[in-house]
């Protein structure tokens, strides 16, 4: 955004935010699943047709996987191993790369194991993710639209990491600079510029801006995800397939292993790591950090870390929940995996004192927002043709009602009719049978 911007890094940044409010305040929800859909055909789009043209430009697929171990900068800097700064990894066409994280960026069992568990946090957990499958028409356009984004996470690989490859063989000195005197002369960081790598493409083989991440940047975001956020997964996952699992054991678990998580947070963002080179250079910048903070941060791989932090978390909860009460069977109808089809009546938590008072007030209100009451006033709407073709279309769970058709609320029902549509909800025609 900075180069895009021309250096307005603050100024644009608020006029997205504004622009972003309005809309989002004015439409909601419905606003912001429509802007999702285009924005993820012009940028799907957008990014075939610069991954065609950065394929073009290097002289194709062969090419580039050849000459991009060479693509090196004419001003380069030695590290404290007397190594160059900032070259090609040997692994570089590799997925499952050795395991010693001190000398390579993305290790096999950092990548297979700890890497699920930052995405179960973000796919499965994360608000913005999840309201998005919440607010589906139906479970069948649930489990469909997860499918078809699953699908399109196949194609950041020939999108954005082949486009990135191409963009350092076609600008060294700009995509891989060495030196930090070069990198903050390019983008202002003296880390290096590879988050930049996508919009020199952008900039320089289309006439437009676009924006998009790189090496950098996704490394910083998922250093964060590891030390905040691997208990949320546990959790996730022991409510999921553990019913042993209680609330005490939930709490303490998720404490221990956000303090854990806090101390490597600390540790790693508490003292800057001094950049490649620097101590080849006049500015000689020494590394400050302390020997367990050197080992704790440059051996132990962040999605290493995150798989530790997981089993740590997890050990706490089963262990605290081994000792306390455990939850009553009754209560968990449905609410695992192993009962989600249960038909027996789930029995309700005991309401506190608070969740009481608040009930009572809820129910007055109740009152003057009958079911009743709410059809009458909405009759007229739902009475005008042009409303009901409006329903129909946005899959609207009224249009049945506006038809006329008569459709049962929760009141209606007892409470085995309740149990036995809850325990059939996940149920659906397999579309590919019929």
């Not at 506006?402 to 325990?423: H, I, N, V, W």
């Amino acid at each position: 955004m900075n180069q895009t911007s021309q250096g307005a890094l603050y100024g644009s940044v608020a006029v997205l935010l504004a622009v972003a409010a309005v809309f989002t305040i004015a439409g909601g929800l419905t606003t912001v699943v429509y802007t999702d859909m285009l924005q993820t055909i012009l940028m799907v789009v957008g990014s075939f047709v610069l991954a065609g043209m950065s394929f073009h430009a290097v002289g194709g697929y062969r090419n580039l996987v050849e000459s991009f171990p060479y693509a090196m900068p004419t001003v380069v800097s030695l590290d404290a191993h007397n190594q160059t700064c900032g070259r090609p990894s040997p692994y570089y066409m590799n997925l499952l790369r050795p395991i010693d994280s001190e000398n390579h960026d993305y290790p096999w069992l950092g990548m297979t194991v700890g890497m699920a568990v930052l995405q179960v946090w973000y796919w499965c957990t994360d608000q913005v993710i999840v309201q998005r499958t919440l607010a589906s028409r139906s479970m069948l356009h649930a489990k469909g639209g997860t499918i078809f984004a699953a699908y399109l996470k196949y194609l950041p690989l020939w999108i954005m990491t082949f486009p990135g490859m191409a963009a350092r063989i076609l600008y060294p000195d700009r995509v891989a600079c060495s030196t930090a005197e070069q990198c903050m002369a390019v983008c202002g960081s003296e880390r290096g510029c590879t988050n930049s790598a996508y919009v020199e493409l952008v900039l320089n083989l289309l006439p437009a801006g676009a924006n998009s991440t790189n090496t950098e940047l996704f490394n910083y975001i998922n250093t964060i995800i590891a030390a905040l956020c691997s208990p949320i997964c546990a959790l996730f996952v022991l409510a999921l397939f553990c019913p042993r699992v209680n609330e005490q054991g939930a709490f303490w678990g998720f404490v221990t292993g956000l303090v854990v998580g806090t101390v490597r947070f600390v540790a790693e963002f508490s003292y800057a790591v001094p950049p490649c080179g620097s101590a080849d250079s006049r500015t000689d910048e020494p590394d400050l950090r302390p020997a367990f903070i050197k080992n704790m941060v440059g051996t132990v791989h962040y999605m290493h870390f995150a798989l530790l932090c997981w089993w740590v978390t997890v050990l706490m909860a089963y262990s605290v929940s081994l000792v306390t009460k455990p939850i009553p069977a009754e209560r968990l109808y449905r609410l695992t995996f192993w009962s989600r089809r249960d038909p027996r009546i789930r029995l309700a938590k005991e309401p506190s004192s608070t969740q009481q008072r608040q009930d009572k007030q809820y129910s007055r209100g109740d009152v003057e927002n009958s079911p009743s009451q709410a059809q009458d006033r909405n009759q007229h709407t739902t009475d005008m043709w042009w409303w009901r073709a409006v329903l129909r279309v946005c899959g609207s769970s009224d249009a049945a009602e506006a038809e006329g058709q008569p459709r049962l609320t929760a009141a209606d029902l007892t409470e085995e009719e309740k149990a036995q549509r809850a325990a059939e909800f996940l149920k659906e025609p397999p579309y590919w049978r019929r």
